[in-house]
Every structure is written in structure tokens, then in C-alpha cells.
Nanobody, 125 residues
Framework: QVQLVESGGGLVQAGDSLRLSCTIS????????MGWFRQTPGKEREFVAA???????TYADSVKGRFTVARDNGKNTVYLQMNSLKPDDTAVYYC???????????????????WGQGTQVTVSS
């Protein structure tokens, strides 16, 4: 069974940085496309970033230039480096895996097959 576990969230001040990690167990991640999403109470889940197995990436406009998604297939881990954090970045962050389309970079949550439990990121002003 495939499991995704996020880590690295926390409470930081505006302008600070955090790096989130998403480790996959039960299956090699090398041929999965991966995505990061976030959600705040009362709002819909929002796309943040995605990376396919060859390293092609895309970002939401709200994080472009501040966030970087990367992967280490040897460690079965995907990262989200978040710089210049803003209070609006406060959310629960989820990683997701697209099992069947390794070249796809998709912003649609319904395209992903596996999800982590989420990690809280809180940015104070």
C-alpha cells in the first residue's frame, strides 16, 4: 500500500522560509508525478506546485518565484522549499501522487491518486 507522509510544517514569521518534505513508502516514487496543494478552513483545496518524473515543474501564480518544488527519487521524497512566506500562505499543505501519468503536470486534484495527511504551515505577520 502506498503512503505519503508530509513533514516540515510549523509556525514562522512573515519573510521566513520552510522546507516541506513528502516521503512515499510502499512504492518507488521515481515514475510518479507529484503535486503540492494547500487548504484553509472554509476554502477549497488550492494547487501550489507540481513536478513530473523528469523534473518538469509548474507553479501557482501566487507562489511563483517564492516556492520551489524538487524531488530526490533515490530517497522517494519530494520537497517544497518555501521562501519569503506571507500570512496568506497559512494553510495545511498536502502532497499527492499521480500514479499513472509520469509525464503529466496537472493542477487538478482529481488527477492524483494518493494523498498525504497534511502538515500545518502558519505564517504570522
Amino acid at each position: 500500500q502506498v503512503q505519503l507522509v508530509e513533514s516540515g510544517g510549523g509556525l514562522v514569521q512573515a519573510g521566513d522560509s520552510l522546507r516541506l518534505s513528502c516521503t512515499i513508502s510502499g512504492r518507488t516514487v521515481s515514475n510518479y508525478a507529484m503535486g503540492w496543494f494547500r487548504q484553509t478552513p472554509g476554502k477549497e483545496r488550492e494547487f501550489v506546485a507540481a513536478i513530473n518524473w523528469t523534473g518538469d515543474r509548474t507553479y501557482a501564480d501566487s507562489v511563483k518565484g517564492r516556492f520551489t518544488v524538487a524531488r530526490d527519487n533515490g530517497k522517494n521524497t519530494v520537497y517544497l522549499q518555501m521562501n519569503s512566506l506571507k500570512p496568506d500562505d497559512t494553510a495545511v499543505y498536502y502532497c499527492a501522487a499521480d500514479r499513472d501519468h509520469p509525464y503529466r503536470i496537472t493542477r487538478w486534484g482529481t488527477d492524483y491518486d494518493y494523498w498525504g495527511q497534511g502538515t500545518q504551515v502558519t505564517v504570522s505577520s
